[in-house]
C-alpha cells in the first residue's frame, strides 16, 4: 500500500513536466509514424508468415522497439538530478527506492503508451486488424519490461554519471543489437543460420513473437507465455538492480 | 558515546564513525573514528577545508551513505538499522539544489510533504506556508531554474522543513551566495529555530559563518576531529587576542615591551620600531590596565589595538596550516 503511494508519488512529480510541455509526446510520434508510411509498404512480399497486411506484422515489433529505444535512454534524466541534489533529497525521505524508480519508469512509460495507441489507431484503417483484449494484454507486458529496462537504465546512469557519453555508448550499444536481433525490421526466418541462432537466444525475440501473437488475437498460446516470462523477469531484474546500486553507490 | 552513559538530550550521537572509499586501487579513509554528540536544541558548526570529511559525515548521518565501520545514531535511531525512521526526523539541505529544475516551486513543497508521509491537505497547507516564511511568495508557480541563487537556496531550506523536523541539517548553505543573499538566508534561518527550537548541523568552510552562527564548533581535518568547544573559548585558548601598543618615543620601545610582558597569559611578543605586540587572553580587559601600567612608567602611549581572533587563528595553531589557504573565496 504504502509502496503504491510512494509510486504514485514519485510518478505525479515526473509527470507534472511532461503535461506542461505535452506537445513533445506529439513529436515523439514522428518516428513511428514515418517506419509506417516509408519502411512498411516495403514488406509486401516479405515472408512474415501471414497473409494479413504486413502492418499485422510489423506495428506490434515496433511498439516494443519504441519502448526499448525510449526506456534505455530514460537514465539520462536521472544523470541531470543525480548531479544537482534533487535525486539525494528525495533519497533522504522515507520514500521506498524501488518505488522512487518505478514512478519515475512509469512517468517515461505513460506517454509511450499514448503514442503506440496512437500509432495502432493509425494503423487500423490502413488494415491492422484490432482484437482489443489481447492487445490490451500486450500492452501490459510492454509496461512491465519498459519498467525493468528503465530501472536498468537508471542503475547504469548512477554508475556512469561522471560520464555522461558512457552512458549514451553503453546504451545504445546494448539497444541496437538487441533490436536487429529481434526481428524487429525482418522476420529472423530469412536470415543466415548463425543469425537466426543468435536471434533465439536474445530474449527480445520472445517478447516481440508474444506482442505479435497477441495483435493477431492469440491469448493462452506457448508464445505469450515466453513473452510474457521475459517481460517479468526483466522487470525483476531491473528492480532488483536499481534498488541496490541506489543502496550501494556514494551518490 | 556507547559505553558511557550519554545525556539523554542528545540527538545526534556518533560513536567510531569511519568511511573509506576506494579510488583508483587506492584506499581514501574520509573520516577517521569520530565520536561526537550534539544536544537537542544546539546549533553546530562543523567546520574544516574542503575534503576534510564533512560531507561524508553528514551523508552518513543522513542515512545516504552507509558509515565504513562505527555507529551513529540520529533522533535516537540508528542510521543503518533504522534508515527510515531517521529520514522522517531529519531535514536535510544537501550542497547542490534540492529543486528539480522542471518543477514548480509549490510542486516541489507539496511532493516533499507528500515523501514524509503528510496528507495531500497538510502538504498543500504546509507548502504555502513555507513560502510565505521564505519570502518566496509570488515564486508558487515558477519553475526551480528560473528563480536566483538565494532563492533557489531558501527553496531548499523550506524542502528540509517541510515536515517540520527536530534536526536540521545544512550542507555548506551559503556556498556561491552573496553577501547579500547569505545574510538573508541566515535571517530566516535563525527565525526558524527561533520559533521551532530545532537542532541545526551545519557544515561550513566560512570561517565568519561558523564562528557567528553556531553555538558550538567542532573542527575537522583529514577525517579527525581536532578541536570541539565554543567558539570563544577555541578563541581564547588556541589564539588569544592581540594587543598592540603604539609608543612616541622610538627610544621607549624596549621599556614598554618590559611592563607589556608582565601581563598574566601573556606571549608572543612582538617589537615593532615605535610599537609592542603581544597575545594575552581577555584583551579587551587588560588593555586598559595595560595603559595605565605604562604611563605610570612614564612611557607615552601614541595609540593602542585589540584584535579579537579568528577561527583561522584557531586552526592555524592547531594545524599550522591557514584555512583560508584552500578557500579561493
Known sequence: ?????????????????????????????????????????????????????????????????????????????????????????????????????????????????????????????????????????????LLAFGIGVAALSYALAIATRRDGSLFYMVTHSVALPLMLL??????????????????????LTYLVEAERALFAGELATVAVGYGAAVAGAVAVVGLWTGARTIRKASL | ?????????????????????????????????????????????????NGAGKSTTVRMLTTLLPPSSGRARVGGHDVVREPEQVRQRIGYVGQ??????????????????????????????????????????????????????????????????????????????????????????????????RATGMTIFLTTHYLEEADAMAERVMIIDHGVLIANDTPERLKSEHAGDRIRIEVADADSVGRAAEVA?????????????????????????????LIQALQRNAIEVAGASVRRPTLDDVFLDLTGRSLREGVAA
Not at chain 2, 539523554?8 to 564513525?17: F, G, T
Not at chain 2, 584506499?27 to 569520530?34: C, M, P
Not at chain 2, 536544541?41 to 577545508?49: D, I, K, Q, R, S
Open chain 1, 1 to 141: 500500500m504504502r509502496f503504491a503511494s510512494d509510486v504514485l508519488i514519485s510518478f505525479r512529480r515526473e509527470i507534472a513536466p511532461t503535461l506542461r510541455s505535452w506537445y513533445y509526446v506529439l513529436f515523439g510520434l514522428v518516428q513511428p509514424l514515418l517506419y509506417l508510411g516509408l519502411f512498411v509498404p516495403m514488406l509486401h512480399d516479405v515472408p512474415t508468415g501471414t497473409a494479413a497486411s504486413p502492418l499485422q506484422w510489423f506495428v506490434p515489433g515496433m511498439v516494443v522497439m519504441l519502448i526499448l529505444f525510449t526506456t534505455v535512454t530514460c537514465g539520462w534524466s536521472l544523470t541531470e538530478e543525480l548531479l544537482s541534489g534533487a535525486f539525494e533529497r528525495l533519497l533522504a525521505t522515507p520514500m521506498s527506492r524501488p518505488a522512487i524508480l518505478v514512478g519515475r519508469a512509469l512517468k517515461e512509460l505513460a506517454p509511450l503508451l499514448v503514442q503506440a495507441v496512437i500509432v495502432i489507431g493509425v494503423a487500423v484503417p490502413f488494415g491492422l486488424a484490432l482484437h482489443v483484449v489481447p492487445v490490451l494484454v500486450g500492452l501490459v507486458l
Open chain 1, 182 to 203: 529481434g526481428g524487429v525490421l525482418l522476420p529472423m526466418d530469412m536470415a543466415p543460420r548463425w543469425l537466426y541462432l543468435a536471434s533465439r537466444a536474445n530474449p
Open chain 2, 1 to 49: 558515546m556507547y559505553g558511557v552513559p550519554s545525556s539523554d538530550a542528545a540527538v545526534i550521537q556518533v560513536d567510531a564513525l569511519t568511511r573509506t572509499f576506494e579510488v583508483k586501487a587506492e584506499t581514501v579513509e574520509a573520516v577517521r573514528g569520530l565520536s561526537f554528540e550534539v544536544q537537542a536544541g544546539e546549533l553546530v558548526a562543523f567546520l574544516g577545508p
Open chain 2, 96 to 193: 547542490g539544489t534540492g529543486a528539480g529544475p522542471f518543477h514548480t516551486v509549490r510542486d516541489e513543497l507539496v511532493t516533499q510533504g507528500l515523501a514524509q508521509r503528510m496528507s495531500k491537505a497538510a502538504a498543500l497547507r504546509r507548502a504555502d506556508e513555507l513560502i510565505e516564511m521564505l519570502e518566496l511568495d509570488g515564486l508558487a508557480k515558477r519553475l526551480a531554474s528560473t528563480l536566483s541563487g538565494g532563492q533557489r537556496r531558501r527553496l531548499d531550506v523550506a524542502l528540509g522543513l517541510v515536515h517540520a523536523p527536530p534536526v536540521l541539517f545544512l550542507d555548506e548553505p551559503s556556498t556561491g551566495l552573496d553577501p547579500h543573499s547569505r545574510a538573508n538566508l541566515w535571517e530566516h534561518i535563525l527565525a526558524l529555530r
Open chain 2, 261 to 289: 610582558e608582565q601581563l598574566p597569559s601573556a606571549r608572543a611578543l612582538e617589537r615593532g620600531e615605535r610599537s609592542v605586540a603581544i597575545t594575552v587572553r581577555e584583551g579587551n580587559r587588560l588593555l586598559p590596565e
